[in-house]
């Protein structure tokens, strides 16, 4: 089946620094990726919508000058933290949609915990 | 507010036992997708239905769209099935992410 690989899966930093998280698909091209995030005991929330070759769409209340995120080509997104803040520590987990797919199933990397100290 | 709501929170129950989880919706969608969230945090898809029911090995999804209302069941529940159970929406005419539901916390003792 299709897998979509994220790394790290775990990261610990000071607060200040930046982060960066990847995501790959990596048997199956993507136009479309999305980053969520999610607080203890928490549901997940989207927080933005990549699409390969064009600026990502972020949803209401995150901010796009602190998470950059970059879909250069069509099996890698990045989502970075930009000075990172206590406040920030989540786990932040990405999906694929596969080229080839419409509203069918999304592939979900293993998911990324943050640490901001 | 859009909102997804799912029902019980938390679930203990027997190995062998017939489970069932609900999710209901407030407005029109146009898929909604059944996530399973292992405790290292990893989410796999285990169906995406626009309607009727789907059957995967011992798991079987259904979805009534008048109702505004999908279920999961899991037969003959086994301690592996332990996870939390998400149900997702992608709205109707909406943006394409999907909005969640807080989850079902599954719990199968042996």
């Known amino acids: 089946g299709a897998v979509v690989s994220q790394h790290p899966s775990r990261v610990i930093c000071k607060s200040g620094t930046s982060v960066k998280i990847e995501c790959r698909s990596l048997?199956?091209?993507?136009?479309?990726m999305f980053w969520y995030r999610q607080f203890p005991k928490q549901s997940l929330m989207l927080m933005a919508t990549?699409?390969?070759?064009?600026?990502?769409?972020?949803e209401q209340g995150v901010e796009k000058d602190k998470f950059l995120i970059n879909h250069a080509s069509l099996t890698l997104s990045t989502l970075t933290v930009t000075s990172a803040h206590p406040e920030d520590s989540s786990f932040y987990i990405c999906?694929?949609?596969?080229?080839?797919?419409?509203?069918?199933?999304?592939?979900f990397g293993s998911g990324t915990q943050l640490s901001v100290l | 507010k859009n909102e997804v709501e799912q029902s019980p929170q938390n679930l203990t129950a027997q190995e062998g036992e017939f489970i069932t989880i609900n999710c209901s919706y407030s407005v029109g969608i146009s898929a909604l997708h059944w996530l399973q969230q292992h405790p290292g945090g990893g989410i796999v898809s285990l169906f995406m239905l626009s309607s009727g029911k789907k059957k995967h090995g011992r798991l079987i999804a259904t979805i009534n769209i008048q109702e505004k209302h999908s279920s999961l069941h899991i037969t003959a529940s086994h301690p592996r099935d332990s996870a939390v159970y998400i149900c997702?929406?992608?709205?109707?005419?909406?943006?394409?992410?999907?909005?969640f539901g807080k989850g079902t916390h599954l719990i199968i003792q042996p």
């Open positions: 997702a929406v992608r709205w109707r005419g909406g943006a394409d992410g999907l909005t």
């Open positions: 999906s694929a949609r596969p080229l080839s797919s419409s509203n069918e199933k999304l592939f």
């Open positions: 048997d199956f091209q993507a136009t479309t």
């Open positions: 990549s699409n390969e070759g064009s600026k990502a769409t972020y």
